[in-house]
């Protein structure tokens, strides 16, 4: 069982930075590909960036030179970096972990953050 903690978000003008934080607990957590995703509301959940267990990183299009992924398994955390934020980031973010063994999967998510960009 995985518990993840997401934090950081907040309220921030456009064209600032934010620094989310996604803390897991439980063993295991390097073997796990991490990911954050977001849903606006009225809008599907959209995955915003993921990165696998040996560090491969993939963005969507719209978030691509603007924010970052990274993991640091000493702290079992999972970061994103978003800079030049626009009003469009405006979401409720998600932390996801998951992985496959023993030929079963398992996946889990945080209780969301919620980041407002707005002047």
């Known amino acids: 069982q995985v518990q993840l903690v997401e934090s950081g978000g907040g309220l921030v003008q456009p064209g600032g930075s934010l620094r989310l934080s996604c803390a897991a607990s439980?063993?295991?957590?390097?073997?796990?590909?991490m990911a954050w995703y977001r849903q606006a509301p009225g809008n599907q959940r959209e995955l915003v960036a993921a990165?696998?267990?040996?560090?491969?990183?993939n963005y969507a299009d719209s978030v691509k030179g603007r924010f970052t992924i990274s993991r640091d398994n000493a702290k079992n955390t999972v970061y994103l970096q978003m800079n030049s934020l626009k009003p469009e980031d405006t979401s409720v973010y998600y932390c996801?972990?998951?992985?496959?063994?023993?030929?079963?999967?398992?996946?889990?998510w945080g209780q969301g953050t919620q980041v407002t960009v707005s002047s």
């Open positions: 990165i696998t267990a040996g560090g491969t990183t």
């Open positions: 996801h972990a998951a992985r496959i063994y023993s030929g079963r999967s398992y996946d889990y």
């Open positions: 439980g063993s295991m957590f390097s073997t796990y590909a």
